[in-house]
């Protein structure tokens, strides 16, 4: 055994990195990339079956945690490998905005399906364009910070932890913000229906809004917990306990991909669109009878 280094071993003069402190567990990676990987698979069904191709983000977002924890699992074996290391941090960081992604689109298109486009607070064809590009903004700053440990250099490592922080800092007041967007949207529904909720009853509108609020929450709970894991830094109790990544990392994007297999957005859009054009059909033969 060598003496301790700042940041791993000291084996015959040479620091060895340390990645991890604790062994990944290997079953329990490789049961959430099945998980992942199944969930996925639904997804790109559902892709087809609705012409969902804003949820192209979404299903790269599934792919990426599903290869992530490919990654930690094998890291079982090879906990001092970078190759591994780097390819579940790099994925497991860059899979939320890409989930998110799909959820910003999500709110403007429900808006319109339903009528209320004019109770966004801010236009959808401007509020989904400025929120992708937040989301684009986090994304490369979680996926630069996860390349830069690479080298193994020390002071790269450091840099990384201060660049992703950064990014998950701006992830969670974004998301925070998109949670009361969501909320107000739905409150002015509650308070004036619109015309399409009015003449269909069975338009449930109320469940979509509560899963883009749910779906948003886990990934603020997931943003919180890994924002807390950076702060702490090496010697922190998140990052030096394996089952935080699982309970509140794995499950809550795998609750993400879940609620939205059970209540598709794209279901409610395809409707509202042949509601939409029921009612330009039948204003047109009114404007036509008179």
């Known amino acids: 055994m060598g003496d301790e280094g700042p940041f791993g071993p000291v ?28 969930a996925t698979f639904g997804h790109i069904v559902y892709l087809f079956y609705l012409r969902a191709w804003s949820f192209i983000p979404f299903i790269l977002g599934g792919l990426a945690e599903a290869f992530g924890y490919y990654g930690r699992a094998m890291s079982h074996d090879a906990p001092d490998k970078v190759g591994p290391w780097i390819l579940q941090n790099l994925l497991l960081l860059a899979s939320p905005p890409l989930l998110a992604a799909s959820i910003y689109m999500t709110l403007g298109r429900i808006a319109i399906a339903v009528g209320a486009r004019n109770y966004m607070p801010i236009n959808p064809k401007l509020l989904t364009p400025l929120y992708v590009l937040i989301d684009i903004g986090t994304l490369a700053t979680q996926l630069g910070g996860s390349i830069l440990p690479a080298s193994g250099d020390p002071s790269a490592i450091e840099l990384s932890k ?24 739905k409150r002015r529904i509650n308070r004036t229906p619109t ?46 306990h394996e ?48």
């Open 11 to 38: 084996v015959n003069g040479t620091m060895v990195v340390v990645f991890y402190e604790y062994r990944p567990n290997r079953e329990a990676g490789f049961a959430f990339l099945a998980l992942f990987a199944l």
């Open 162 to 185: 201060k660049v992703v922080l950064g990014g998950l800092i701006a992830q969670l007041v974004a998301l925070t913000v998109f949670i009361f967007i969501t909320w107000l949207v």
């Open 195 to 240: 015309r399409v909720i009015l003449e269909d009853p069975s338009v449930n509108w109320k469940n979509h809004f509560r899963a883009i609020m749910a779906v948003t929450l886990l990934i603020v709970v997931r943003s919180i917990v890994r924002t807390i894991e950076y702060l702490q830094g090496e010697d922190g109790f998140v990052i030096s």
């Open 243 to 290: 089952e935080f990544i699982y309970v509140f990392d794995a499950l809550p994007m795998f609750l993400v991909m879940i609620i939205y297999l059970a209540l598709h957005p794209g279901r409610l859009i395809r409707h509202g669109r042949r509601l939409s054009m029921k009612e330009k059909f039948e204003d047109r033969l009114l404007n036509a009878n008179l």
